[in-house]
């Protein structure tokens, strides 16, 4: 059974950082691109990155580009998403997914996904 848990969600004041985590479990990890979305309620799922496994190379949204960096650690089958000069329209909740494509383009290419963490961004 595969499973893939985010954690380190929480409150940050606007400016401020964060590192979430994904851990996996069920799925030979380094086999998998791993991705970071994020969703407000009523919104649609928002892309942010992903790292693929065949070349290591990260991909990312125009929108945290200069922001946030995706990192995998294949030893722990972990992937993060560190965030940097948080705003408080980051607020959503973030979720991790995994695919077997080495480029994924869309949300339906990825075959596996957390729940999510929440993030909350604010004064």
């Known amino acids: 059974q595969v499973q893939l848990v985010e954690s380190g969600g929480g409150l940050v004041q606007p400016g401020g950082s964060l590192r979430l985590s994904c851990a996996a479990s069920g799925l030979r990890f380094s086999l998998y691109t791993m991705a970071w979305y994020r969703q407000v309620p009523g919104n649609e799922r928002e892309f942010l990155g992903f790292k693929s496994y065949r070349d290591g190379r990260a991909s990312y949204a125009a929108s945290v580009r200069d922001r946030f960096t995706i990192s995998r650690d294949n030893a722990k089958n972990t992937v993060y998403l560190d965030m940097n000069s948080l705003k408080t329209e980051d607020t959503a909740v973030y979720s991790c997914?995994?695919?077997?494509?080495?480029?994924?383009?869309?949300?339906?290419?990825?075959?596996?996904w957390g729940q999510g963490t929440q993030v909350t961004v604010s004064s």
């Open positions: 997914a995994a695919s077997g494509r080495s480029r994924p383009t869309n949300f339906s290419e990825y075959d596996y």
